[in-house]
């Protein structure tokens, strides 16, 4: 299966997204910073990365900014409870593939995951 790393600052967050990709067979790296996120898409090089947007160190546009010009192909799907529609404009101009509202259900999460992993793109 794939590589996907969660990034959120809640660790419940991280461990629930991380117990519903394991049971599908992905392989999870986590951070709980902008910063881990940065060094750990160095690093592991996931095939996909599910992004908070709201972070102390560092907000997730500017880490889905970085992301994007270390590889301009990174996969990227924000998942955050910031519903607004100008929220997902601007994820999507910053090169975000998708947008998950938070609490995701299992059920989308994997829908998505699979979808951009086959490489279907909305």
Avoid: C, N, W
Wanted: proline content about 2%; aromatic content about 4%.
């Amino acid at each position: 299966m794939a590589t996907i790393m969660v990034v959120d600052d809640s660790g419940y967050t991280r461990r629930t997204h991380r117990r519903i990709l394991e049971s599908a067979g992905h392989a999870v790296v986590e951070a709980s910073t902008g910063m881990e996120a940065i060094e750990g898409f160095f690093v592991h090089r996931p095939d996909l990365v599910l992004l908070d947007l709201s972070m102390e160190d560092m907000g997730g546009l500017d880490v889905l900014r970085k992301l994007r010009e270390m590889e301009a192909g990174a996969r990227v799907v924000v998942v955050s409870a910031d519903i607004q529609r100008s929220t997902h404009q601007l994820v999507a101009e910053a090169g975000a593939l998708r947008f998950l509202g938070k609490p995701a259900s299992a059920e989308d999460l994997l829908a998505t995951v699979s979808a951009l992993l086959e490489g279907v793109v909305p």
